[in-house]
Structure formats: C-alpha cells, structure tokens
C-alpha cells in the first residue's frame, strides 16, 4: 500500500541509517551507507571523523558538484514477516551553502542519536531539501 506523505516522513524521520544515492557522471548511481538526521524537511549527512577514509572529499561530493539531485532510500525488512516490510524514498536536492542554522540543528540531531559523534567530529554535513517522499508499506 502507498503511504500517505506524512506517514512516509515520519518513518523516515524515525529511521537514522539508509541508503544515499548519487549520480555519477559516467557510472550513474552511487550508492553508499550512511547515517543522517532529518530536521523540518531537511536531511543531513555528516563527513566524519570518525570513520577511516583516504580523504575527506568524497565521491559523493564530487558527484554533488555535477549534479545536486540524490535520493535517500530506508527500509524495513523481515526475512520472516513480509507483513512487516516497508520501504521510504526522499528525492532531495543538495544544499551547496545551507544556513548555519540548519547545519547547527542537524549536528546536534546527530550528536543526541550517536555517541561516536558527541565532541562533533564532522569534517562537514552535507545538507539536503527533501523535494519529495514516496513510500509502500505492506500494511
């Protein structure tokens, strides 16, 4: 069954792990994990610090550059209870210079949610609008 706008925003605003996707120029879609907060129809995906990384430019910036579109997508699944699978996908646009506000209140999302960021160890957040939020649920 389709979810209703505000159903599919609170399921994704409840979740803190998905799947965020880019558009590559010659490959097309990146997909990666990643870990974000959801603020008043913002989402935000931090770089840390935390995680190892060869840099802190990221392929998925580099693809921001070229092209802000990206989708957010989270689920949930049981092998068991099908019953129970349901799926969110955010269409965003990326923020280049978003507010200082909104980076403010996104970090602090992130900080209460996880404690391997508390002290902000964001080298940055990416900061995205949600332009639009569809979703299924099997009940």
Partial sequence: MRLARSEAVARLAARDHGVLCTVHATRGVDAVPCV???DDGFIGVPVDRVKPKSTFRLQRERNLDAD???TLL???WDRDDW???W???AS???EADPSPRQVDDLSAQLRRRFSQYVGEP???IHVFR?????????R
């Fill in 36 to 38: 974000f907060a959801a």
């Fill in 68 to 70: 802000r579109r990206a």
């Fill in 74 to 76: 989270v689920e949930q």
């Fill in 83 to 85: 019953s129970q699978l």
């Fill in 87 to 89: 799926w969110v996908r």
């Fill in 92 to 94: 965003l646009r990326w």
């Fill in 122 to 124: 964001f080298a940055r």
């Fill in 130 to 138: 949600i332009i639009e939020v569809t979703g299924w649920a099997a």
